[in-house]
């Protein structure tokens, strides 16, 4: 919870780190300037023929979008470089969630609508998982960060990041109504 101007925010901090990783990913895809922190260790992901196929066919775009997969034998393949700014990420599920991602950019009707799914998959796997219990001044970060990219209220993926309480309408939750 964190008082914003004159209202109180409840805040769920997945979505709204979500949001403010999703909004950065996307000004520096529209600026063309997405830096790769690349990992000390690749990470392997075992995925299906097909599957690997699928993503090394379309590592080039990946690239682009500051992801960089590679061949890792068979039918492997090895992340290894993500977005600055991400953090720390379970590759396995990213590679999942990718896969659903790039199966679908056949179908998308411009290079944005290929583009944010992946960009949100990446913010939904670079943001503090729900739960974890943040440090004083990582909360006033992520609160910071969030209002900073304008209080979005939901993630990428629709879901809310907070909701809020304005001054008035605590009043009236608490019978304050008309008292001077």
């Known amino acids: 919870m964190a008082q914003v101007g004159e209202e109180l925010h ?3 901090q997945h979505t709204a780190h979500e949001r403010v990783l999703f909004q950065r990913l996307w000004r520096g895809w529209q600026s063309r300037d997405m830096p790769s922190q690349p990992l000390l260790i690749p990470v392997p992901v075992e995925l299906s023929a097909a599957q690997s196929a699928l993503l090394l066919t379309r590592s080039n775009e990946l690239e682009k979008l500051g992801l960089l997969v590679e061949p890792f034998g068979g039918t492997a393949v090895a992340i290894r ?3 600055v700014g991400l953090g720390k990420i379970d590759a396995a599920l990213l590679v999942q969630d990718l896969l659903d991602d790039v199966t679908e950019w056949d179908r998308a009707s411009s290079l ?8 949100a998959s990446l913010a939904c796997h670079g943001a503090v998982r ?4 943040l440090t004083h001044p990582e909360i006033q970060r992520l609160i910071l960060d969030w ?3 304008g209080l979005i209220m939901t993630c990428p993926h629709g879901r809310r990041t907070a909701f809020r309480l304005s001054t008035d309408e605590l009043a009236k939750l608490f019978g304050r ?3 001077t």
Do not use: F, K, N, S
């Not at 944005?112 to 960009?119: A, F």
């Open 177 to 179: 109504v008309g008292w």
């Open 112 to 119: 944005e609508r290929r583009v944010q799914p992946v960009l």
């Open 10 to 12: 409840v805040i769920d």
């Open 130 to 133: 729900a739960g974890r219990v």
């Open 147 to 149: 209002v900073e990219e």
């Open 81 to 83: 470089g993500v977005p």
